[in-house]
């Protein structure tokens, strides 16, 4: 199956401007022909996007891009040189690669490949191509069938916004130790917001997922609970109080609000700011920096997961890389740069938005594993505070360990029972001591249903967050009722 | 693939002329070349150069009131041809709405005007890297308490773009833009803090030096060491000129034609009635000479106007409309088809110190951090950094910490904006001092 992914790539990538293996030398020995030159890789990518969006009960509008191109990139000790060329003819190709090899002196040739050896790896999602797979009039319906789930589902509905995209991607990645590694992505996503209106308040409340699959991930069954989500949330809204404001015990429901995760040891386990010494946790490995219920992991090895990759963009193949066991913390996520500089283990944390960026050391799916209680149990346990369950967006300061993340659906506990629902408001904590505070964690780990998008230097890529139940004895809880 | 077939202008007029033969009423399409590097040094040497080489065309069609769009780097007649049959090939399937189209013929933008909107930068790589280098060493000189870097970066961008129409219009422009940045991290007994600083402009002789960037990254890195959290409390609150831009992007976001005609906008039916306080006018200034932001037509030929009052003495004028939105509310455009350009705001006179001694305490805010905002109900909560201040005096860093308030009454709450303006970006807009905020912190 991986030799169909090598023949799908060559067919995509090189076959139509017709580049041989000869060319990829050629350009290889540029790329490595540079005093101390490290390591060097092209990354050929080609990649289709189509989106459709509804409002006012339509399909409105729909786009259609194809973008391919080529990355090329040599590293000389911590220097990298980058380019790209949007023309995949080998003549553009080489004038890009000039401009990489003028990074460091001309050195003698470095070890250069005659031959490249094929990566054999297990793809974790169906190489079919989603935009391809199904007709646009069943896009359509997709859309109209969310539209009319919200709408059949509360006469308070007043507009619904949905969005249908999905994304077809073949890679192509030759590196100057000789593998060439081929990956072909499909990833779906389906959205769904509501507006209410209620003696002349509105609300919002939006649901979606998906995942590197096919369109026909949306079910019937999958669509009406997005679209009955979206109503839920947003009707809970409109009965919402002012959110308190100070620190208080605090419990994150299972799923989604893994982006606490992601915020507040995820970012800052990444190994280029651990190699620099800029982030929180740098130089702390083997150190306590979570309670001792506390087991997270970056798994990017999930079949048809919004953050899952057979490969990396640098085409080592991803995997479960254990970050915080039992509280200590056990490694970082790497790259080929990053580990390579700090001598260790490769993680299969390489990505980039596209050929046209540098890769990076990046998440792919990050949980907790789950603990022993039972989420009414940690419920319970609690006098007063705050149940969180789901959230907007969340950011981090890497060096301060500052985190922050804003929910939009939330209730007051009060003698161990969820009562009134409180607006959103953001919760901001530190990274290495929040995580201490967590006292309790439940034995419902979720995943998210797959809507994770992550910005980094001004790139954007897909992921995905989880974990149980669990509880912060305090965090601080950015409401406005002193 | 190849882009030396053809040049902007001529594959424009293609595109448009295939559209017409494939049965397109109307078209659109934006064209965009550009080239760039950006350069990054970190601890004294050459960390990244990446070399940028962008090409983007963007095509609309409109066909029985329905649309499509579809978009790609290819610009040879192929490439041209496949993103315009697949733009149609959309349109086959959206939904019709009489709203759709071209803005209005006579809404054309006239006459090309010259508003210094291109200046290429001649400095070489080795040069750029210089400049990086000067810019970090100048943050790391600055204190022994900067420890570590992030680097500094020089970056330079220029380029040419194309909008053209099947009214027949099509206009062509050069631009540029350039920046330096610099982010370093200071520590002590405390633990570590970050901060940076940066300027951007399309002339690069305008932008400031090197050593002050370095130097304002440095001093704005030590100010922040041993930030500690604050009670929670209800307090006056002053956004620096650096984070006040947000609060007036948040107010153009909600007066946008999408928002409002879906009903997904706390500015809702507010035309005509009194936002902010009297003393506040927010202008678009859309032919400012030089400015990031500037331009003769809107992203749909919509002649933009020289000035244009949002808000004049605190009252709503308008919504920022395109011609769609504009159709959907029943109005005119606005020339706001793309977005909203060069906001200045008005001031009411104090310089930041001025401001810091009439607030006498409070909170300056200087980072903001999160984005729990929503736009329907207008509740806001962001993280923020800054400095608790008594006496008008600053007294202590203050992190971990979250502002928050409802926008509509956090904009009638502002009781002073400081001449202090930060003139990057395309919003000029001086410190903003808001009345009972809620603060939670420990």
Known sequence: MNQDHLSIAQATLLEPSGLSDTHLQQLMHKLTNVDGSDFADLYFQYSKHESWSLDEGQVKTGSFNIDQGVGLRSIVGEKTAF?????????????????????GRQGQNVT????????????LYSELDPVAALDDASKVAILEQADRAARDHDPRVKEVMASLSGVYEVVLIVTSDGRQIPDVRPLVRLNVSVIVEQNGKRERGSMGGGGRHSFDYFDTAIIEHYSHEAVRQALVSLEAIDSPAGTMEVVLGSGWP??????AVGHGLEGDFNRKGTSAFSGRIGEKVASELCTVVDDGTIANRRGSLSVDDEGNQTKDTVLIENGILKGYMQDEHNARLMGMDITGNG???????????????????????????????VKNGLYAVNFGGGQVDITSGKFVFSSSEAYLIEDGKITAPVKGATLIGNGPEAMQTISMVGNDMSLDSGVGVCGKDGQSVPVGVGQPTLKMDALTVGGVQL | MSQAGLDLRNAAEFAIDYARKQGADQSELSLHQGTGISITARQQELETVEKHNDAQLVISVYKDKKTGSASSADMSELGIKSTVDAAMSIARYTGADDCFGLADADRMAGKALELDL??????????????????????????EQITNSEGASVNTYSGSAVYANSHGFLSEGLGSQH??????????????????WYDSNRNAEKLDSAEKIGLVAAKRTLARLGARQIPSCEATVMY???????????????????????????????IGSDVLPEFVTIAENPHKLGASGSAWHDGEGVETPEYRAIVDAGRLQSYVLGSYTARKLGLESTANAGGVRNLTVSNTGQSTEKLLQEMGSGLLVTELIGSGINMVTGDYSRGAAGFWVENGEIQYPVEEITVAGNLLDMYQNIVAIGDDYDMRGSTECGSIVIENMTIAGS
């Open chain 1, 83 to 103: 380019a790209y060329s949007e023309d995949l003819n080998a003549s553009a190709i080489l004038a890009a690669a000039d401009v990489v090899s003028a990074i």
């Open chain 1, 351 to 381: 990505r980039r938005e596209s050929f046209a960026h540098l890769p990076m050391p990046r998440m792919t799916n990050t949980y907790m594993h789950a603990g022993q209680h039972d989420p009414e149990e940690i419920i319970k346990s």
């Open chain 1, 258 to 263: 893994g982006i606490l995760l992601h915020e």
């Open chain 2, 179 to 196: 920046s330096v940045s610099c982010s370093v991290i200071g520590s002590n007994e405390s633990g570590m803090q970050r901060d940076y």
């Open chain 2, 118 to 143: 291109h200046h290429e930068w001649q400095a070489n790589e080795a040069q750029m890297l210089e400049i990086a280098m000067r810019c970090e060493q100048a943050a790391i000189e600055h204190s």
């Open chain 2, 240 to 270: 620096d000129s650096g984070v006040a831009k947000s609060l007036i992007s948040h107010f153009v976001g909600a007066i946008k034609g999408g928002a409002i005609y879906k009903k997904a906008s706390f500015m809702l039916d507010k």
């Open chain 1, 112 to 123: 250069s490949q005659d031959l490249w050896r094929p990566q054999i790896i297990k793809p």
